[in-house]
């Protein structure tokens, strides 16, 4: 009983520390059913200070869903290692794992309050948000650098993006913007290209059914050279064309209702993150616990090196993990309304760094 | 009795003929496995992990044969009230047909917003699957009774429940084992789908991440054991019409 009350003052108090409109206890409250009112949220330097629990007490539940199938993505990682290390637990969450099937109902749950976290490539999260409106808030950015490449097999004599001239191009379901800035970019002739929609599946490319194949740096790649075939593979940002991965995002309404939940999360998985970089083989081990015995290992330590590489920038150096700037996401907006998609005028809201600071300043 | 024994070894020679057949195009072509794997390959694959395919199997076959039941109760008793009051026969079926037409995979995620992340949601997919062939089918053989009975039944001034419990349900359960001879391989396909879109188990989920994967054997491995499931049901279902609607002449058998 007392323990409880405890516990209950230390998190309110919490609260009013990081947010002075959010006094009412959340914490006893199901996660998903917000009470306090909205209100504007400010960042706030005196970040709250939550000890972690060190007698057994009653966990804080949230649901994070990874956006697609579980394997060695950065942001899945993090919060694989930290539930099986415990990182979790030490700030008081309980946290479950869901997995998307990739087609945006991961974004359709966070919207409707059903999960608290999931992530997003920030691309698509400025899209999202401008058309249809959801409200997705960024509250990491992990992806340094942007997902995609274009790859095509090295016995085709394709070099350079101008030699894709009179050849065919794939793209999935629709040609992503930072394909047309890149044929701009490489001064190629968008007009002399073939564009066709391949989806998922790289035999494609292997059995010469379309020349240039967009891949996912840190997945077929693996795939296809396992087959035996080379790749010349081409980046954006190779090219000088800003693009973004992705980022731990959650919705407008809990960063303004649970911000304390956040910053608990984002700490325990960042702290995963550092964990998995420093024990890469641990947390593939860790990983192959979600993943099931189709999965290979091989594949899922080369997307984890992978995409622990493009996590780090000169940025992420000197503030951390997952850090972002206004820069960063308006040089990505630029560049989505210059081959004109709909991204919001300000896109300022788009992204937060109180949590970060707030799961820094512990 | 003979019969049925001859026709059984008929159908596994052509099934045996049909992967062998595979089997040697794999191998004189030299197929690369992540194109299309063998059948021996496949099987090896099912004989390495064996336990990982019976919880699978068992999760999705019970989350297809609970969401046959209830779309077989739903379809049939919808039946049985529209053969009732035949007025409302308009309206509810072009309700049912606007479910009918609505690709599910689409409307999904809505189902795990309201319903969770558990099995309910698979289950109630199925069921939606399920539901329609039998309410057509149950509803036109209600409806196909001769006219010469439903006079004799009239003139012995039976009561509307009396036609319909002596006359109308038998009629139809020719008609009921038709449907269901449809919906039952539909309840697994319609499980996979949901699975597919979202699960944390079943056969759907694992060929989900080997199709993601691009691990064929674990894909086809799957789809040996769905289509052996399939098959399963429908002879069950084949067999339980000559017990029950036994004074039906077997096609088979005549």
Redesign the interface.
């Known amino acids: 009983m007392c323990k409880n009350f405890c516990l209950l003052v230390i998190i309110v108090f919490a609260l009013v520390a990081c947010s002075p409109a959010a006094v009412t206890p959340v914490a006893t409250e199901p996660v998903s059913t917000p009470m306090a009112e909205p209100t504007a949220v400010e960042p706030s330097p005196t970040a709250a200070v939550v000890e972690p629990s060190p007698a057994p007490v009653e966990l804080l539940p949230m649901t994070f869903m990874a956006g697609y199938?579980?394997q060695a993505n950065l942001p899945f990682v993090g919060v694989y290692v930290a539930k099986a290390k415990g990182f979790f637990e030490e700030e008081g969450l309980d946290v479950t794992v869901?997995?998307?099937?990739g087609?945006g109902?991961h974004l359709?749950?966070l919207s409707?309050g059903?999960i608290q976290v999931t992530n997003q490539d920030a691309a698509v999260l400025l899209q999202r948000r401008a058309d249809p409106g959801l409200p997705l808030v960024a509250i990491a950015l992990l992806g340094q650098k942007g997902q995609q490449a274009y790859a095509a097999l090295k016995s085709s004599g394709i070099e350079s993006p101008k030699d894709w001239e009179g050849h065919t191009v794939g793209y999935k379901g629709t040609p992503p913007p930072d394909l047309f800035a890149l044929i701009s970019a490489a001064g190629a002739d968008k007009d002399k290209i073939e564009l066709v929609n391949v989806g998922?599946?790289?035999?494609l490319l292997t059995?010469g059914k379309v020349d240039v194949y967009p891949v996912f740096k840190s997945n077929e790649p693996y795939?296809i050279r396992s087959?035996g075939y080379d790749l010349n593979l081409w980046a954006a940002e190779d090219f000088g064309v800003p693009s973004l991965g992705l980022t731990y995002v959650t919705s407008e309404e809990i960063l303004e209702t649970q911000p304390e939940l956040l910053t608990r999360f984002l700490r325990g998985a960042l702290r995963g993150i550092q964990y998995a970089s420093e024990h890469p083989d641990e947390a593939i081990e860790i990983t192959l616990t979600y993943?099931?015995?189709?999965?290979?290992p091989a594949?899922m330590r080369f997307m984890l090196d992978a995409e622990l590489k493009d996590a780090q920038s000169n940025l992420t150096a000197e503030k951390g993990w997952g850090w972002q700037t206004q820069e960063q996401w308006q040089a990505l907006a630029d560049m989505l309304k210059a081959e004109g998609l709909p991204v919001e005028d300000d896109i300022s809201s788009a992204f937060t760094t109180q949590i970060l600071e707030a799961a820094r300043d512990k | 009795m003979n019969r049925s024994r001859k026709s059984g070894w008929v159908a596994l020679t052509i099934v045996l003929i049909f992967l062998g057949g595979w089997e040697a195009a794999v191998r004189i072509f030299e197929v690369p496995v992540y194109i299309l794997p063998s059948p021996s390959r496949t099987f090896e694959t099912l004989a390495a992990n064996p336990e990982m395919y019976l919880q699978a199997s068992a999760l999705t076959l019970g989350e297809s044969l609970a969401g046959l039941l209830i779309g077989v109760l739903a379809g049939g008793l919808l039946a049985v009230l529209l053969t009732l009051l035949p007025g409302l026969e308009g309206g509810v079926m072009t309700l049912a047909i606007l479910m009918k037409s609505t690709p599910l995979v689409a409307i999904a995620p809505l189902l795990t917003i309201w319903l969770g992340f558990g099995v309910v949601p698979k289950i109630v997919i199925t069921a939606l699957m399920t539901f329609f062939p039998v309410l057509v089918n149950v509803l036109s053989g209600l409806q196909h009774v001769e006219p010469a009975l439903t006079d004799l039944f009239h003139s012995w001034n039976a009561s509307r429940w009396e036609v319909l419990r002596h006359l109308r349900l038998p009629t139809a359960l020719p008609f009921l084992f038709a449907a269901l001879k449809i919906s039952a391989p539909l309840a697994l396909i319609g499980a996979v789908v949901a699975e597919w879109t979202g699960a944390s188990g079943g056969l759907g989920r694992t060929m989900w991440l080997a199709y993601t994967n691009l691990n064929l054997p674990y894909l086809f491995a799957a789809i040996f054991i769905l289509a052996a499931g399939g098959m399963s049901l429908f002879r069950l279902l084949g067999w339980l019409e000559r017990k029950i609607v036994f004074w039906l002449p077997d096609s088979r058998e005549s």
């Open positions: 199938k579980p869901e997995h998307s099937a087609q109902q359709q749950l409707a059903t998922f599946d790289p035999r059995e795939m087959w993943t099931g015995p189709e999965t290979d594949h």
